[in-house]
């Protein structure tokens, strides 16, 4: 194969869940470069040696990390703008052993909706980007999304005109209505409506065999998985039907940064119980980086009525109308998520595609049930002095998410959990061996403290590092067994109900990834 270079042979090394046991030929990808263009208008499928391929390819990747001569990348890309044109493309695949990987908005954390980990993966991509219309019902309050819109583009158009419509979903615009839907949906209004996938009310589905299925036609065992479950697993998802939420005509935020000296570690040790009681229309996270925790809060309210509910939870934060930032809840939809600054203009936030390419990440996750200790605190801050290129974020639970018992859908993590933990640490350039390191360490430094058996994860803050399917061999399917390792930390008991509906809807496991679930097949685990 004349991908296969030095650097990939190095990589080949490095990942050991990948062996070879056949090349499939260089002859199947031209087989099926033909069989879609047969089907698909020309201008809609890039090969390898179109001189599009690269700019297209970029379009919506997320981390340079994975944009490398070394990068294991599609033979073809395709970019369907009708429902006939995804079908197509999974027949064709069929016919010819050749997978599809989705892509809606490019930010998974592995980069698994364009690029593979192994080396002889033959493999097209889908990129749903210009599958992205949104339509609203304003009599229902639902919206019809496309699966590659983005949820700025979401938020945009069912707030811009009504500033009390909203919808739950994530708190960076230019995420993918797809992957982000299929893996839950984690965000500032959370507390108060839930996770994306509590709002998701009928989906468009591709499946296995080609077929194009609404909830009627899917059945509910497969509308249950499609929402929570992870992208990549059961079909493509074209749209969403979601019920839309009520919001005040404006919301106040507010960013309040306290230092080690100002008592951080005394307001983060309390914040642990009282974030996830607060009354649910206030969702008040916390970031920590370097040697400063940043408290930053939305509330469905008003600013006195803020001030007077944080003097009475957490009197220790000082938190007073000095602070309050009044805004439509669109406007604050455009705040960066990290500090809650805002740049540029809401349409400048909201509805910019821009890959972005100059900075590199890893991410990791975890979920507290018990508070840490102040004392565990004062060592996080002494990792956070070690080196200053990471940070966590932390989100409460609670309110709505309590409500919802853990196997009304594949997100699993409901009742009992204080808070989810977003690790992320970013570099630029080669430079990413310390970052990572030091990633690795604090992971295992706060295994001691975090939910155990299974240590819980959250899927759409995607790592490889917990488990991985074996590479992709002609004939072979991955294991319900091999897949607990990360299916039973992202989806605790659901993880058995996930690969029951893959089996029915998928038994050749064609939709098949690093990390899709396993189908759970009669007799064999
Ligand atoms: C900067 C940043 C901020 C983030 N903030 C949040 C946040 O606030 N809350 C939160 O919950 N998450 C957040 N995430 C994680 C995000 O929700 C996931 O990465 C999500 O999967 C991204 O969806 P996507 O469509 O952009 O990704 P993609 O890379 O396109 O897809 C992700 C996965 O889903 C599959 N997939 C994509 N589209 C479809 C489809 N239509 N049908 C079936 N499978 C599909 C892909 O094959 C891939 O396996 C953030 C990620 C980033 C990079
Ligand atoms: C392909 O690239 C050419 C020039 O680089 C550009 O003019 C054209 O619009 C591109 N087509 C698509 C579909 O991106
Ligand atoms: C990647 O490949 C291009 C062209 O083959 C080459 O010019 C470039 O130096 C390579 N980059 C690296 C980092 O190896
Ligand atoms: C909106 O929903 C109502 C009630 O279900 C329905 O009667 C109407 O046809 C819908 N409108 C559009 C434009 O789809
Ligand atoms: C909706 O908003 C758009 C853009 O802001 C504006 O052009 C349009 O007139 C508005 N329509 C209504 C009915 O308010
Ligand atoms: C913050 O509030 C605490 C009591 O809640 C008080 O002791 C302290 O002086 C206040 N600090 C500032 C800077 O106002
Ligand atoms: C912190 O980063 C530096 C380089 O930036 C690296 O040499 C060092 O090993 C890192 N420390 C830890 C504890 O990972
Ligand atoms: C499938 O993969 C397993 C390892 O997970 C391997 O032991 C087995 O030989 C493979 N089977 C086939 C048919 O390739």
Known sequence: MAMLKGSAIAFLVSCVSCYLISVPSLASSDEFLQCLREKIPSELVYGQSSSNFTDVLVSSIKNPKFFTNATVKPVCIVTPSDASHVQAAVLCGRKLNVRLRVRSGGHDYEGLSYRSACPYEVFGVVDLAKLRAVSV??????????????????????AKNNSQVAFPAGE?????????????????????????????????????????????GMGEDLFWAIRGGGGGSFGVVLSWKVQLVQVPPTVTVFSIGKTLEQGAIDILTKWQDVGPSLPSDLNLKVKVQGQEALFMALYLGTCSSL??????????????????????????????????SSTG????????????????????????????????????????????????????????????????????????????????????????????????????????HVSKKPRQAYVNFRDLDIGQNPAVVDGNVSTFESGKAWGERYFMSNYQRLASVKAAVDPTDYFRNEQSVPPLLHGSK
């Open 137 to 158: 019902n304003q009599s229902e309050s639902t919206a019809w999304v496309g699966s590659g819109a983005t949820i700025g583009e979401l938020y945009y158009a069912i």
């Open 172 to 216: 960076c615009p230019t995420i993918g209505v797809g992957g982000h839907f299929s893996g839950g949906g984690v965000g500032m209004i959370m507390r108060k409506h839930g996770l994306s996938i509590d709002k998701v009310v009928d989906a468009k589905l591709v499946n296995a065999n080609g077929e194009l299925l609404d909830r009627a």
């Open 307 to 340: 001030v007077s509910t944080m003097g009475e939870q957490l009197p220790e934060l000082n938190m007073t109308s000095a602070d309050c930032r009044s805004m439509t809840w669109l406007e604050s939809a455009a705040l960066s998520f990290t500090d809650m």
């Open 345 to 448: 203009t809401v349409e400048d936030a909201l509805l910019s595609r821009a890959p972005s390419m100059s900075i590199f990440t890893k991410g990791k996750s975890d979920y507290v049930r018990r508070a840490i200790s102040k004392d565990a605190w004062k060592s996080i801050f002494s990792w956070f002095a070690m080196n200053g290129s990471g940070l966590i974020m932390l989100e409460p639970h609670g309110g709505f998410m309590d409500t919802v018992p853990a196997a009304a859908t594949p997100y699993p993590h409901r009742c009992g959990v204080l808070y989810v933990i977003q690790y992320i640490v970013f570099w630029q350039g080669d430079g990413g061996a310390p970052a990572t390191t030091w990633l690795a360490k604090f992971y295992d430094f706060m295994g001691h």
